[in-house]
């Protein structure tokens, strides 16, 4: 292959390698998307190569660089690896640790890549020069080695003993009783997040409602905390428009009702105006992005999300935590438009995959069903979940959104003897229907029609009997 034109990633190798040469404890997880012959660089292959035989000896050791020069010395590998200096040379491209993943999945793709172009050069050669075989079995030889690439990029996940993934998670447990492990991203509402104890990493979470219940401002209000906490936020919006979503956080963060900023010439105090500049000042310096592009699929969301972390490491800027898509039967995969829930179903399963791939929580919004709306009981279940059954299957937390004042079901005044317990108006019934490893369960929120946001429930619980329907159930199973 023409070295001038073989696709290579040699910078994202030496990343990779000076930050493992740092801290070497995370090559566990650097190993399920590479193997040595995954680098460009002989000399690169050689060293993770190293890494490996080293950390496998000793996996809490914590530096690594003159481990792995006495390990290539000892198998007669030093020069063949660049020799003391260039390994040395390493440690001046290390990143911070949440970026490790990202240059592994960058050098593990351009050597799938390279693979692929192997293949087409095979696949050519095949074609032009047959012998005596069949085209059957010419297709058969190139669906095998177009194959075994795609097995490659699923990782190099290979079974482990159940001792080591008992012990890493004794040490990560210990990590965070100590407060020096990764810090879960809260959604900024008190009663949802000890329930669902955040935002995990690698989760796709629906968040799910019928049409007027409060979806987009609940997932915009959850974006908009995350940011204002410090971590990153793509928020795809397929439905509203930059403008739209940016009017809604400008009312919320302002205090100003949403209706007095839509009108066609508002009227304004001087309060108010300065209010607002506050709030601009203030998301300035957020890491909060909106992209409005309608009718995305699966792979626009992908390539858009690499993009955007390639720019956020070359500025040095930390790592995204949260991607939200409002809403997910939006999206498209034309390959499945004429079979909807085929579609629907290809369209979780990505979002789930870009979830794990990436290492953030996708919080996916979801329309439901209209068979809510013909039940006396007006509370959604997972049955209710438009066009497909694997968007349960698929999600690690399912929440529903219910406002029983969008029904006529909330009262402020106080019941009569006798009369059952009326919701005050305003309070809204966030219901957790699955959560994969933790208690099902219901928290309330407040919600503020004038400016669309949501707010901690604070008033005094008057009906219990919300609740009775989640006694006895705990886990929220697969």
Do not use: C
Request: proline share 5%; net charge negative.
């Amino acid at each position: 292959m023409n070295p001038l034109t073989a696709p290579q990633a040699e910078q994202a190798e030496r990343a990779v390698l000076g930050s493992l040469l740092v801290d070497p404890r995370s090559i566990s997880e650097v190993r399920q998307r590479l193997a040595p012959e995954d680098f460009y660089d002989s000399r690169h292959a050689q060293v993770f190569e190293a890494l490996e035989n080293i950390t496998g000896e000793n996996p809490d050791r914590e530096l690594a660089l003159d481990a792995v020069l006495q390990w290539l010395e000892r198998a007669a590998q030093i020069e063949r690896s660049g020799g003391r200096d260039y390994i040395a040379e390493l440690l001046q491209h290390a990143v911070p640790a949440r970026h490790v993943h990202h240059h592994a999945v960058t050098v593990r793709d351009a050597s799938m890549r390279r693979s692929l172009l192997q293949s087409a050069l095979l696949i050519q050669e095949m074609a032009l020069n047959p012998g005596d075989e069949t085209p059957k079995n010419l297709i058969d030889r190139a669906s095998k080695s177009l194959l075994d690439i795609e097995q490659r990029g699923l990782g190099s996940n290979e079974p482990e003993p159940v001792h080591r993934a008992l012990r890493d998670n004794v040490e990560e447990i210990g990590r965070r009783s100590r407060g020096e492990g990764q810090k879960f991203i809260g959604t900024g509402f008190r009663d949802l997040d000890s329930k669902i104890i955040g935002l995990l990493p690698s989760n796709l979470v629906i968040l799910a409602a019928r049409p007027g219940m409060g979806k987009t401002a609940l997932g915009l209000n959850i974006a908009s905390n995350v940011a204002e906490s410090g971590h990153g936020v793509l928020f795809f919006s397929l439905e509203m428009s930059k403008d739209e979503l940016a009017r809604r956080l400008l009312s919320e963060r302002a205090e100003i009702g949403l209706h007095e900023l839509r009108v066609e010439q508002p009227v304004l105090t001087k309060r108010q105006f300065d209010s607002m500049d506050q709030v601009v000042r203030k998301w300035s310096a957020a890491q909060m992005y909106i992209d409005d592009t309608s009718g995305l699929e699966p792979i626009d969301l992908r390539g858009k999300i690499t993009r955007h972390l390639n720019q956020r490491i070359d500025s040095g800027e930390p790592s995204i935590g949260l991607v939200v898509v409002d809403y997910l039967q939006l999206m498209r995969v034309p390959e499945h438009a004429d079979n909807r829930v085929r579609e629907v179903s290809e369209i979780s399963r990505s979002l789930k995959e870009i979830a794990r791939d990436f290492k953030v929580t996708v919080l996916a919004l979801a329309q439901l069903n209209r068979d809510v709306e013909k039940r006396g009981s007006r509370r959604p279940v997972l049955q209710d979940l438009r066009e497909s059954g694997s968007i349960e299957q698929d999600a690690d937390t399912v929440l529903m959104i219910h406002r029983p004042d969008v029904y006529g079901e909330s009262d402020q005044r106080a019941p009569a003897p006798g009369e059952p317990p009326r919701a005050p108006e305003g309070m809204t019934e966030i219901l957790i229907r699955k959560q994969r490893n933790g208690e099902l369960g219901i928290i309330k929120l407040q919600f503020d029609s004038k400016r669309t946001a949501f707010l901690d429930y604070t008033e005094p619980d008057i009906d219990r009997g919300f609740e009775d329907e989640f006694a006895g159930e705990s886990a929220g199973g697969f």
